[in-house]
């Protein structure tokens, strides 16, 4: 992301950026590191379709970011845009091989491949007008080191899957200093053992595999009481979710929930917290974020976890109304 603001920067003239308001605060920093002048609209996970980027009030050298936040999300219709000459960067992270993503109208996608692949790193950046593209960054010694920390944590943390509960302490570690550190110095490439990670595995099998297990954990949550969960028959089609992407009633619900999810070891995300210094959330941004919750339920987790997954949820949101 950083090497196309930076390129954005040197060849089209670029000076301010248009963010989604709820949107990944490392992230938006990492993006203001390059830089480049910033200013967030207002854009949801909850709301369908990317509506109000027409009416943003643009001058020139400004680009836009639209993220297919959760890949549940509907493409924008660009023209008011072009005839502006509003240029826009799409990131395709949570679905990068979405029909969206492949017949992309954005003026360049991005999308980081880590969080859809067993892959420590790797990034990829392509633009679908044909525009130049920045040269491939060398690999720097900081992601070399993050990346094989994170390795090695995921190595460990299959010997912890299949019984060996001593590996535990050492993946998780691992797994937060590499993480650390993942961002550290300069823009750089790929590691050699992502790209071959990536070259060597099912793509398709494996997302076909996410969006099974996610239809069947939504079906095993239905009608659950205090949850909402994003309504999987109006995703765009050729779009597949993320996740199993939960809205709770209030916060005390989410923390039940959490923890609940994490005493029976499922560790689900937090997207994304928003506590980065300086960045102003608004209240609505902060109110989601404090009742939303990621769960994971990718190629890695078979039937039997999915349903131990939806009694879990669906225990303690009994266990929480029973209380209140
Ligand atoms: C939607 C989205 N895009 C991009 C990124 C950045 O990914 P990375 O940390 O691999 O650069 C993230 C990270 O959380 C994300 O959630």
């Known amino acids: 992301m950083r090497l196309v603001v930076e390129h954005g920067l040197r060849v089209r003239n670029w000076q301010r950026a248009w963010i989604p308001s709820y949107f990944c605060q490392e992230v938006v920093e990492s993006l203001m590191a390059t830089g480049i002048a910033s200013e967030r609209y207002p854009d949801y996970p909850s709301a369908g379709s990317v509506s109000n980027i027409d009416e943003l009030d643009y001058r020139a050298g400004d680009v836009v970011f639209v993220v297919n936040q959760f890949g549940i999300r509907q493409r924008p219709n660009y023209q ?18 979405s029909r969206w993503a492949k017949s992309s109208l954005a003026t360049y996608c991005v999308a980081s491949l880590r969080k859809t692949l067993p ?56 797994y937060q200093l590499g993480e650390s550190h993942i961002a550290d110095g300069r823009i750089s490439g790929a590691t050699q053992t992502s790209v071959e990670l990536i070259k060597s595995f099912d793509v398709e099998l494996w ?23 994003a309504d999987l028959d109006s995703i765009p089609s050729g779009q597949s979710a993320f ?11 989410r923390e039940h929930l959490r923890t609940s999810l994490v005493s029976g070891s499922v560790y689900p995300a937090i997207l994304w917290p928003m506590t980065a210094p300086g960045l102003s959330p608004s209240a609505q941004d902060i109110d989601l974020s404090c009742k939303l919750l990621s769960v994971h339920a990718d190629g890695r987790y078979a039937s039997e976890d999915l349903q131990r997954i939806a009694n879990i949820i669906r225990r303690s949101c009994e266990q929480f109304r029973s209380y209140s």
Not at 80 to 97: G, K, M, R, S
Request: aromatic share 4%.
């Open 119 to 174: 892959v420590p790193d790797g990034g990829v950046l392509w633009s679908s007008s044909d525009l130049s593209l920045p040269h491939q960054p060398p690999i720097i010694e900081e992601r070399e080191l993050a990346s094989s920390r994170r390795l090695a944590a995921m190595v460990l943390k299959e010997r912890y899957l299949r019984g060996d509960s001593s590996c535990k302490k050492a993946f998780r570690e691992l």
């Open 80 to 97: 008011a845009l072009e005839a502006q000459n509003v240029d826009t960067i799409e990131d395709h992270t949570h679905d990068p091989w």
């Open 243 to 253: 996740s199993l992407l939960l809205l709770a009633e209030s916060q005390a619900l």
């Open 207 to 229: 997302r076909r595999k996410r969006d099974a297990n996610i239809r069947e954990l939504t079906e095993g949550l239905a009608n659950v009481d205090g949850i909402d969960l």
